[in-house]
């Protein structure tokens, strides 16, 4: 694209993600939904509203035979988000996708499992961190965001706030998670956050303002699920045990 291509499709791009932030999408919708408009700008070089029907047709055809339906599904619903509420125009030809349904079960580790899991981590945060994923059933950004005062010990429970569909609920804490946490906060002191972000001093995770990097977590267990030799594909979404 030239510049003031360019130009034009970034006011569009950013008008996409205030739209999304605007009707609540969570942070993983608005990243998906983002990534849509980009992969398909980068794959023609312009910007989305110049492609024609038969242009896009031949794109998802593409994408059916390089991706999974889910990410051809999440792509069909990122573009309709553009077209309806940032272009306001007809978005009629995203039915010329109509993913299969396509019900799978996550992986699920054993107990021992996830005892290897938690051996192998290396680093403090991260062994906590898979600790309290797995105890609780957590969703991997819903442990990333737990706070200190999300935390009741004494009723021995765990307050989630804004899980999947924006709900808030309580999950029961077990007795080791409990002294887990508690080890590590003791560690870094951080006022808010359980699981700081950053890295180096005690003193750096003290004074972080946002939670660990979800990339971080995601490397860790990839990273514990290979050195223990186990085929399982990552639970990134919810982590269960049998």
Same mark, same amino acid.
């Given at each position: 694209m030239n510049t003031i291509e360019q130009t034009h499709f970034e006011k569009l791009y950013n008008r996409? *993600? !205030?739209?999304?932030?605007?009707?609540?999408?969570?942070?993983?919708?608005?990243?998906?939904?983002? %990534?849509?408009?980009? !992969?398909?700008?980068?794959?023609?070089?312009?910007?989305?509203? %110049?492609?024609?029907?038969?242009? *896009?047709?031949?794109?998802?055809?593409?994408?059916?035979?390089?991706h999974s339906w889910s990410t051809v599904k999440i792509?069909?619903?990122?573009?309709q988000f553009f077209w309806q509420y940032v272009l306001k125009k007809d978005w009629q030809w995203i039915k010329i996708i109509k993913a299969p349904k396509i019900q799978t079960l996550p992986d699920i580790l054993a107990v021992s499992?996830?005892?290897? *899991?938690?051996?192998?981590?290396?680093?403090?945060?991260?062994?906590?961190?898979l600790l309290a994923t797995y105890s609780m059933g957590l969703r991997l950004g819903e442990t990333?965001?737990?706070?200190v005062g999300d935390i009741d010990a004494e009723r021995k429970q765990v307050h989630i706030r804004r899980g999947k569909g924006h709900k808030? !609920?309580?999950?029961?804490?077990?007795?080791?998670?409990?002294?887990a946490l508690r080890d590590l906060w003791r560690k870094h002191r951080n006022p808010v956050w359980l699981f700081p972000s950053g890295t180096g001093s005690?003193?750096?995770?003290?004074?972080?303002?946002?939670?660990?990097?979800?990339?971080?977590?995601?490397?860790?267990?990839k990273a514990a699920l290979k050195d223990c030799g186990i085929k399982k594909k990552p639970p990134f979404t919810r982590c269960v045990i049998a």
């Open positions: 996409h *993600l !205030r739209a999304l932030k605007l009707r609540g999408m969570s942070d993983a919708t608005i990243d998906s939904y983002a %990534r849509a408009v980009r !992969r398909v700008t980068e794959h023609f070089d312009c910007s989305p509203e %110049r492609l024609s029907t038969e242009q *896009l047709e031949v794109y998802f055809a593409e994408l059916v035979e390089s792509d069909r619903n990122g573009l499992e996830v005892e290897q *899991l938690i051996a192998v981590t290396y680093k403090l945060r991260y062994k906590v961190f990333l965001s737990l706070q808030d !609920r309580f999950v029961p804490l077990p007795d080791l998670t409990c002294y005690m003193e750096t995770l003290q004074n972080a303002t946002t939670p660990m990097d979800r990339g971080g977590a995601q490397a860790a267990m």
